[in-house]
């Protein structure tokens, strides 16, 4: 049956066809969609769920493997950093059952994140890497990834992008199997599952040597990689991978127009990025006179032309990121693909081809804050008014910031947030402030997802290194920014059954912290006092700002308090809208509006109102 | 027949749901499809948009430049976002709807005026259509969805309407709210018959 699916949804899909038993994961954009279907189909048999960070769940995935299971791990580009000290183990390990690493990468920036090519990571760990060119291959190459991984007994990465991941196409797609029971094993193998001794290293690292040439051979048998050679050599050749071979169709269209033969192209279309196609590519560079090479992000595929080519002795030329003609900055689209061949065959391109007017220039700036309701509002604005209170200019105090919706405290109104780096960072940051000598409080912002995903060891390292620090957690109970999944501390009622909510509150004074201040946002007196008080007391001081996500809250109909304007005494000072910066403020003709679908009643607005024209009822 | 539909506006507005509706009557009409969706990080209030390819199997994500035959604007001051997207003969649909950022509520930053924005369409060699959010009619006195019903007028005055069937996107909206069929056939009829300027 043929079905409008996600990149996403398709490849959760293939990997239940071909019997994936448990499934692990942490959410980021653009990878989320993938669990999140599984957890929507809830499939017989099969584990699935979100994991504490990527780390975990690479373990969790592997430990699955060992046992004979097949299992599939997911993240966002970033997770594979996080994950990475395992990955690079257990490639040198190899796996029993079929072990896939799904990472997501983010061409072109859709979630403010380093664009991160992952590709490099396959180089580095000798792991293959499968690179679909389409939403349909996303759901067939994924069983693929399976059957390497078994017959060669090797992790295998399957890489998507944005533009895929997101994307929706039709997929001709098979009603999945319950996956085959399989008995666990219990393999004692030291010199395969551990790493003790040189010996052990050195003959585990030739073994991934060996599979990583197996795994090659594999590839082409299955002829994953598509090369077409044109009837007369000479000509132009090209080697495109992932989803910019989608785009090449097109690009003969419009280049035809340009005057180019097609039927005189040469073209090797990638969907295994790695190993290096080393044998197609020497074909490929023995028939043509010029190659063009077409990916996106790094000029991983072209360095390794560029060094079979010397073994070639290939004499033509060799167009792409090195020669400045291609950027490694953001998506493509079919013009870069026409503009590099038209570089490439030394057609003239027009100047306006593919290139249009700009006009949004002069589109209204429209930064993003947090959504009406908000918790983090309050804590944002109390934080502002508790350094002023304990004597500080804003400039004057370091702000850390961290990953999620945490991280719109930098924007306005609030200006509260100096800087993002990654998951947890926020903590360690704050406390190099502090060594570096800076005299004024310094003060750390974290969501509670990334709390438990890395920022735990942190404020641990704080804790047993005295430094003074006033960490702020603002738990929502949601993995917010990513689209609401469950983390350990969300309420118990919206666990998976069985699951049970691991409270940040215990953690924190099991770690030994003095001072510990529970606060709910909406009250922004009380919360601005506690964080004053905790700027002036030594040592590390943990305020734990608590109140649920106010998208998740409303979608179950709930509303803390309605809010109502008094018009007579409003006086249009729009104090309330500068200060909350409140997406259900609006400016009336005489008094601030309230949008009444989308107040949640947090009553923030009508706290700074100084002349009660706003209230709660 | 290849057409590219690429769809701006703001988070909150429905654009996402205008172009599944879109990429769904494509499926049921067996026409080859990709929607590539983007929302940045807002829940409202953000820049979204998405590019919705048809007739092109396995057409890559992005639309390019000066390629797409159909912009849907549903935000004035967002549909500039599109003029650089537009394919000279092309349609520019703009549904009239001002939804101000704070900064601009305050006074303190610019907003395009309506006739910039449908100057900038038509210098880029669109056609523009107009759809006025006054027009937009009541059903048992409540506003009809804009949304539905600026994809009403994109099937009835754009030349989306001689690649998909409006008989088979009414039957996509009808799917997507079995319980609210009834008002979004309205929209969505009126927006089919909608004057537009």
Known sequence: MKKLLTGNEALALGALQA?????????????????????????????????????????????????????LCTMKMSGLNVAFDSVISIAYSGCVGGLVIYVADDPGVSAGMAEQDSRGYALMADLPMLDPPSVAEAYRLVQVAFEISERVGTPVLVRLVTSLSHSKAPVEVEEPPPPPEREPQLIRDIARFTKAGAAICMAQHRD????????????????????????????????????????????????????????????????AVHPFPADQVRRLLDHCGTVLV?????????????????????????????DGTLDRVGEYTVREVVRSIAQAAGLEMPEDLLSGVAAEQWAAARPI?????????????AINQAIRRAGYRKNEVMVTGDIGCTILGMNPPFYT????????????????????????????????????????????????????????????????????????????????????????????????????FVVDPFDLEATTRAIQEALSLPGVKVVLARQECAIQAMRRGIRVGTVRVIPEKCVLCKRCILLTGCPALDLGEEAVEIDPVLCYGCGLCAQVCKLDALVVE | MNYDVLLVGVGGQGVLTVAELIAQAAVSQDVPVSLYPYKGMAQRGGFVKAQVRLGRDGAGPNIPERGADLIIGM???????????????????????????????????????????????????????????ADRPAYEGQPVPANVYVLGAALGHTGLGKVLNSETVLRAIEARWPKGAERNRFAFQAGLGAVVG
């Open chain 1, 19 to 71: 019997g994936v038993k448990v499934v692990t994961g942490y959410p980021g954009t653009p990878s989320t969609g993938a669990i999140e279907s599984l957890l929507r189909r809830q499939p017989q048999g099969v584990h699935v769920e979100w994991s504490t960070n990527e780390k975990v769940a690479f373990d969790i995935a592997a430990g699955a493997a060992w046992a004979g299971q097949r299992a």
């Open chain 1, 208 to 271: 991934l040597i060996r599979r990583l040439e197996e795994a090659g051979r594999v590839i082409e048998e299955m002829g994953l990689n598509r090369l077409d050679l044109a009837p007369e050599p000479g000509g132009l050749g090209i080697i495109a991978s992932g989803v910019v071979v989608s785009y090449l169709e097109e690009a003969f269209e419009v280049a035809s127009g340009l005057g180019l033969d097609p039927g005189t192209v040469s073209v090797l279309r990638l969907s």
């Open chain 1, 294 to 322: 077409l990916e996106e992000l790094e000029p991983h595929i072209e360095r390794g032309v560029h060094v079979e080519a010397r073994r070639a002795g290939f004499a033509g030329r060799i167009v792409g990121k090195l």
């Open chain 1, 369 to 381: 804050t947090v959504c009406a309701g908000c918790p983090h509002r309050g804590t944002y604005m």
């Open chain 1, 417 to 516: 947030v100096w800087n993002e780096v990654s998951m947890g960072a926020s903590i360690g940051l704050a406390q190099g402030y502090v060594h570096a000598g800076v005299k004024t409080p310094v003060i750390a912002t974290i969501g509670d997802s990334t709390f438990f995903h890395a920022g735990i060891p942190a404020l641990v390292n704080a804790v047993q290194h005295q430094v003074p620090l006033t960490v702020v957690i603002m738990d929502n109970g949601w993995t917010s920014m990513t689209g609401m999944q469950v983390n350990p501390g969300t309420e118990e009622t919206f666990q998976p059954p069985g699951n049970r909510r691991v409270d940040i509150a215990r953690i924190v004074e099991g770690m030994g912290v003095e001072h510990l």
């Open chain 2, 75 to 133: 935000e004035v001051s967002e549909a500039l976002k599109g003029v650089r997207f537009v394919k000279p003969g092309g349609d520019f649909l703009l549904y009239g709807h001002v939804w101000p950022p704070t900064a601009v509520m305050l006074g303190k930053a610019e907003y395009p005026p309506l006739e910039q924005v449908l100057e900038a369409a038509r210098e880029a060699g669109a056609r523009v259509v107009y759809l006025d959010p």
